[in-house]
Every structure is written in structure tokens, then in C-alpha cells.
């Protein structure tokens, strides 16, 4: 008798060999391009970094026998024993497969880029930086080093991955101004700017979410609008005008980027003098508009 296959919830896919070699793809393109940064501007112009790579090349630059690709696996091997407690296994493997290229990528990938001014330098690197980083995380993984930190401490300690990663970079950037040129620094922050705006313009895109609320005396036919226009879900909450006494309907809604000039109009065209706000998002969770971490 054959065992009963187990049916899949709606929305759940299995890991497949695609979405494996797919995964591998981005950890390497991006470590690749990574790599051509620390490589082929950061360290010829002895610029720092931030995260892991920051207080790699530090030390690096203190003791230039040691190679980066080697400090970096190293260091991350106590980064990755305390992460496995703490993030998904999935993300933990994918992680340490991409930490394993990314230092491979160091060791072997060196590109020299024919660009001499020091700030162009910085433009490129965090253009370049940035690309990568994003496409690394559009992967199920990561390269490790403060990512697999910063999940750690949200996880055990309520830490914002944002706060974690602002305080080690600037116990890089502190240690680095007392140890070089503060020029060196000025232009690290420089190139983490750029990487962290294009970081997040790879890794959020189109895609990120708005919450929008909605005061307005039409606001049934709005949120029957959304719900067949836009095909998103709506919630109805009480309310009352503070000057007025009236009752009040507030819409509640979240759409992603691509959506939201559409429910402007859609607001517009039935009800001019609506009240709306529209606000960022950090993580939604839910069926089809969640962008929840994936660790």
C-alpha cells in the first residue's frame, strides 16, 4: 500500500533543484561583485567598509600578510555557532554556502578598475557594493557576517537588525579614524552611503509595501472598489471626528508600490476631499502581500 502523499498548503514550495541552483546563482554573482569592490577599489585605495569586511580589512591593513579571504572565513566561524541557534535552517545553510563563496571569490576574483580619482572610487565601490549585497539577499541566504549576527540579536533580544548593523559600523569607522587618514574614513562613508541606497533599491525595488488609511463619509464604495479594482483586503475600523461628533469610517488597507497610484485615484475619482495617509512599511506578513524575512 502506498503511503498518502502530503498536500501542500497553498502558497508553500518546495525547495527544488532549480530554486537551489538559483540560490547558488545570486550567492555568486553577488559575492562576484563584492568581491570586485573590496578587491579592485577598497583596498588599493585602502578605503574601509562597514560590517564584517570593515574590521577585516582593518586588520588586513595593520598585518597585510594576512589574506582577507582568510580572515573572513575565519572570523565568521564563532558568527555562524552562535547563529545556528537562533536563525532558520535554510537561511543558516544558504548562509554558509554563501560565505563559503564569497571567500572563495575574495581569494580568487581580483579585477583592477582603471579609476584613480578618490571619489569616483567611492561612487563605484558603492554602486558596485550595492548591487551585490542586494542580489545576495534576494537569495535565501546571505554572506554572513553581521547578517547572521543581526538576526541573532533580533531574535534573542529585540535588537533592530538597522541598530545592530549602525553600531558596528561605527566602531569600524571609530577605530578606523584614530588608526588612518581621516580623508580614508570620509570616503568610506561616502561609498556606504551609495552602497546602502542602491542596497535598497536592488533588494526593495517595486515591491515595497504602503499602508494607506482612508477617512472618508464614501468609504463603502472605496473599500468595495479596492477589494474588486485592486484585489486587495480592507479593513473597516470605527472612528469619530473629534470637531464634528460625527461617526467615521477609516479604511485600512497595505498595497505595494506598483499599487498605490492606482488607489490614489481610485480615492480621487469617488471621493475628492478624502483624508489619506500613506505610510512605509517595515514587514507585513500575510498571504500574497507579506515581505517577512525569510529567515
Given amino acids: 500500500m502506498k503511503p498518502a502523499m502530503k498536500t501542500l498548503p497553498k502558497g508553500i ?27 579592485g577599489i ?29 580572515l573572513y572565513f575565519l572570523l565568521n566561524i ?33 579585477v583592477s578598475l582603471p579609476v584613480q580619482d578618490m571619489l569616483s ?18 537569495s535565501l541566504g546571505s554572506a554572513g557576517g553581521t547578517d547572521i549576527l543581526s538576526v541573532a540579536l533580533l531574535k534573542r533580544f529585540s535588537v533592530r537588525i538597522g541598530t545592530t548593523t549602525l553600531a558596528f559600523n561605527c566602531m569600524v569607522l571609530l577605530a578606523g579614524a584614530f588608526l588612518f587618514p581621516l580623508e580614508k574614513v570620509l570616503y568610506t562613508l561616502i561609498y556606504i552611503y551609495v552602497a546602502t541606497r542602491i542596497f535598497n533599491l536592488v533588494v526593495t525595488g517595486l515591491s515595497q ?13 472605496i473599500s468595495h472598489r479596492i477589494l474588486e ?42 471621493d475628492p476631499n478624502a483624508f489619506v495617509v500613506v505610510s512605509d512599511t517595515l514587514e507585513v506578513m500575510g498571504y500574497k502581500i507579506g515581505n517577512q524575512p525569510k529567515w
Avoid at 18 to 37: D, H, K, P, R, Y
Avoid at 42 to 70: A, E, W
Avoid at 121 to 138: C, E, P, T, Y
Avoid at 249 to 264: D, G
Wanted: net charge positive; hydrophobic share 50%.
Fill in 13 to 39: 514550495v518546495l525547495n527544488t533543484t532549480e530554486q537551489v541552483l538559483l540560490n547558488l546563482l545570486l550567492l555568486t554573482m553577488g559575492s562576484i561583485l563584492c568581491a570586485i569592490t573590496t578587491n
Fill in 42 to 70: 577598497l583596498i588599493p585605495n585602502r578605503f574601509l567598509s562597514s560590517g564584517l569586511t570593515g574590521l577585516i580589512l582593518i586588520l588586513h591593513y595593520l598585518l597585510p600578510y594576512l589574506p582577507v579571504s582568510t
Fill in 78 to 110: 564563532p558568527i555562524f555557532a552562535l547563529g545556528w541557534k537562533f536563525v532558520g535552517q535554510r537561511f543558516f545553510f544558504y548562509s554558509l554556502a554563501g560565505m563559503a563563496i564569497f571567500s572563495a571569490s575574495l581569494a580568487w576574483v581580483h
Fill in 121 to 138: 572610487s567611492a561612487l563605484l565601490a558603492g554602486i558596485l557594493s550595492g548591487v551585490g549585497g542586494g542580489v545576495i539577499l534576494k
Fill in 209 to 221: 509595501r504602503k499602508a494607506v488609511m482612508i477617512v472618508s463619509n464614501l468609504g463603502d464604495e
Fill in 229 to 270: 479594482d485592486i484585489k486587495r483586503g480592507v479593513t473597516i475600523l470605527c472612528g469619530e471626528g473629534a470637531y464634528s461628533g460625527r461617526d467615521e469610517k477609516v479604511i485600512y488597507t497595505v498595497v505595494n508600490f506598483r499599487e498605490l497610484s492606482r488607489i490614489k485615484r481610485l480615492i480621487r475619482q469617488i
